[in-house]
Nanobody
């Protein structure tokens, strides 16, 4: 059974940094794609960043140059380093993994940026 557990969300001031972690129950190299999504109140869930098994990375335009996705195969963990946080980054952040035509989601972690 695939389980994804996020951690690292917090209240932070604008301009600050956070690192989110997503611990997977399987090796992260198992998945075709792993990524981070976010959902702000009243808005649809949107892609933040993803990394493929081959190491290709995609970022949303809104986070390019500020966020970095990475993975540690030995720890079965994917990270999202978030720098220069803005008020508009406030959202619940979800870890996602895609494998064998199935999408798996974590429970989410709240990131709140105070202006």
């Amino acid at each position: 059974q695939v389980q994804l557990v996020e951690s690292g969300g917090a209240l932070v001031q604008a301009g600050g940094s956070l690192r989110l972690s997503c611990a997977a129950s399987l090796s992260v190299s198992t998945f075709d794609v792993m990524g981070w999504y976010r959902q702000a109140p009243g808005k649809e869930r949107e892609l933040v960043a993803l990394i493929t098994r081959g190491g290709n990375i995609i970022y949303a335009d809104s986070v390019k140059g500020r966020f970095t996705i990475s993975r540690d195969n030995a720890k079965n963990t994917v990270y999202l380093q978030m720098n220069s946080l803005k008020f508009d980054d406030t959202a619940v952040y979800y870890c996602n993994a895609h494998w064998t035509l199935t999408n798996y989601w974590g429970q989410g972690t709240q990131v709140t940026v105070s202006s």
